[in-house]
Nanobody, 121 residues
Framework: VQLQASGGGLVQAGGSLRLSCAAS????????MGWYRQAPGKQRELVATITRGDSTNYADSVKGRFTISRDNAKNTVYLQMISLKPEDTAVYYCNADIRPQEWRWGSRPYWGQGTQVTVSS
């Protein structure tokens, strides 16, 4: 199973970016998907999560500016980011709770490789 993230880049403050993360490989199901970020010198933090039933959860710092969504048919999660701020600069990682093909129950987390988001002031 692999998670491939894309869509990062350099943007000016106030700008927008859309991140995508697609899961590939053999697996039975995908449960919660999400985005985390890690800024230089800081711990990785949760940005947003979305369940298979589209229930969402956001960090207070991004509420009203970021929107998480998913396409279950494409095994893909998205993060639409608007009104970006310099403090949003970080490496963004996608995460998915996936049941491997060989498991009868349960799931485990998988991580994508990270995509850099840089917001200039």
């Amino acid at each position: 199973v692999q998670l491939q993230a894309s869509g990062g880049g350099l943007v000016q403050a106030g700008g927008s970016l859309r991140l995508s993360c697609a899961a590939s490989g053999s697996f039975a199901s995908i449960n919660t998907m999400g985005w985390y970020r890690q800024a230089p010198g800081k711990q990785r933090e949760l940005v947003a999560t979305i369940t298979r039933g589209d229930s969402t959860n956001y960090a207070d710092s991004v509420k009203g500016r970021f929107t998480i969504s998913r396409d279950n048919a494409k095994n893909t999660v998205y993060l639409q980011m608007i009104s970006l701020k310099p403090e949003d600069t970080a490496v963004y990682y996608c995460n998915a709770d996936i049941r491997p093909q060989e498991w009868r129950w349960g799931s485990r987390p998988y991580w994508g490789q990270g995509t850099q988001v840089t917001v200039s002031s």
